[in-house]
């Protein structure tokens, strides 16, 4: 492709091409195709309907071309028109003038040839930092012996026997109850349908004491000192910022009926204990345990290492973001916000009340998204950064894991959104600038 003076030669083609700032990061370009190239790309698309076309009473590619044009007249005339549009674009792709991020609309006008007007997000200028090399301080990855002994608790803790008892809850102790609440003697079953957590349960367990344990709080921690068959009414008090609007903020009152009483009993680090880790003896799991916490610890330092060196990079540069850009972090952020609201509790119509909210939480962090993906792919273009099929592989199995999804239905799903499809391409290129300025970055232990 060569541009000259706004002629843009494409192959066969000569469009005609004008290019209008709107903003540091938007423009206006208007790509024009004369009448006969645009009659030009629909006799090669009538053809290849005329090779293709099913037409009763004749036989595939012989149907009469008049009769065909008539029978596909609307379809010949998208697929010319997306024909000259896919050649526009990757026009406008190889303009050496900006480098296309997205195109936000497109108009056309089939007035003596064929006209269309993008309206189109660029990147903007970023200029680099004298260096990418940067110096980032890590943790120690060496395990200490108090980890050692936490880590061993925790698997004692995984082996637990739960023995009924007949005695006061104490903290740590698992207890089937049930209870009903209320908020102003109304149930909070009617204020809160679709979240029977928050309302009524006829048969639950809970593990006394637990500050992290879903649910209600008020009730985990107010059944400490209550026995089996006993009944109990328990306030909870409903942060402000609950995500169900009828309940933020609000007092509930908590009948509640105690049914059973398990203690926790943690095994003893007897042979049985160490077989099952394939150890020796105590001293030989410790060691185990020991390298396992290590080696997570440098896993860690790793993941520590690419953020701190690529925040350390952002912040030295400064430059226009565009509002497409903005838009697809934004929207990436509150979709991951109703994510982690409905796995705790709130329905979607709750969600959908609070979006104006969840839109304003969302935009400084939209920014910060946005600025470090376009400095990354700055990066990445500067220093030649390209992406394989290897990139791609690693990228669509992270994404395949983090969905959950098996990766042959992902691949059958990105076939049928291209935009998903460009995400993890650009995800991919993105990685692959972390990783190059992650090798430069120069680590000092703490």
Do not use: C
């Not at 697929?79 to 056309?108: C, W």
């Not at 040839?113 to 943790?139: C, H, N, Q, R, S």
């Not at 990228?395 to 499809?421: G, V």
């Amino acid at each position: 492709m060569r541009d000259y003076g706004g002629l843009t030669f494409f192959g066969n083609f000569i469009m005609n091409t004008n290019i209008e700032n709107i903003n540091d990061t938007r423009k206006k370009i208007v790509v024009s195709f004369t009448a006969k190239e645009a009659a030009d790309e629909t006799a090669k698309i009538t053809d290849q309907f005329v090779r293709e076309a099913k037409i009763a009473g004749f036989r595939v590619g012989h149907a009469p071309k008049a009769m065909v044009e008539k029978s596909y007249s609307d379809a010949i005339k998208a697929q010319s028109e997306r024909a000259l549009t896919s050649k526009a674009i990757d026009a406008m792709n190889k303009i050496e003038d900006f480098d296309l991020y997205s195109i936000v609309n497109i108009e056309n006008d089939n007035k003596d040839g064929f006209v269309l007007t993008f309206t189109a997000d660029v990147y903007p200028e970023v200029k680099m930092p004298e260096t990418l090399e940067t110096k980032v301080e890590l943790k120690s990855t060496d395990a200490t012996a108090e980890e050692v002994d936490q880590a061993i608790e925790y698997y004692r803790n995984q082996r637990a026997k739960y023995d009924e008892v007949d005695r006061e809850i104490k903290k740590g102790d698992f207890v089937r109850l049930a209870y009903s609440g209320k908020i102003d003697g109304k149930p909070i079953a009617e204020l809160a349908k679709d979240m029977p957590l928050f309302g009524d349960q006829k048969s639950t367990w809970e593990e006394a004491g637990n500050a992290d344990a879903p649910g209600v709080q008020g009730i985990v921690q107010g059944i400490i000192g209550m026995k089996k068959g006993e009944k109990k009414t328990i306030s909870h008090e409903f942060p402000k910022e609950f995500p169900i609007k009828d309940l933020a903020g609000k007092k509930a009152d908590y009948d509640v009926e105690i049914f059973e009483i398990r203690e926790k009993i943690l095994p003893e680090i007897d042979e049985e204990f160490l077989k099952s880790f394939e150890a020796k003896d105590l001293d030989d799991l410790k060691a185990k345990i020991k390298e396992n916490i290590e080696a997570e610890k440098k896993n860690n330092n790793e993941v520590m290492k690419r953020q701190l060196a690529v925040e350390q990079l952002v912040e030295k540069v400064s430059f226009p973001i565009p509002e497409s850009a903005l838009e697809d972090e934004r929207d990436s952020i509150i979709q991951e916000m109703m994510m982690r609201f409905m796995s705790s509790g709130a329905s979607r119509e709750d969600i959908e009340k609070n979006k104006d909210a969840l839109i304003e939480t969302s935009k400084s962090e939209a920014e910060n998204r946005a600025k470090m993906r376009i400095f990354l792919n700055r990066v990445a273009k500067a220093n030649d950064l390209t992406i394989d099929n290897e990139d791609m592989s690693r990228t669509l199995w992270q994404e395949a894991m983090r969905t959950r999804t098996k990766p042959e239905e992902l691949i059958k799903q990105l076939k049928k959104d291209a935009a998903r499809a460009n995400r993890l391409r650009s995800d991919a290129l993105l990685q692959k600038a972390i990783n190059f300025i992650a090798e430069k970055a120069v680590v000092e232990i703490k």
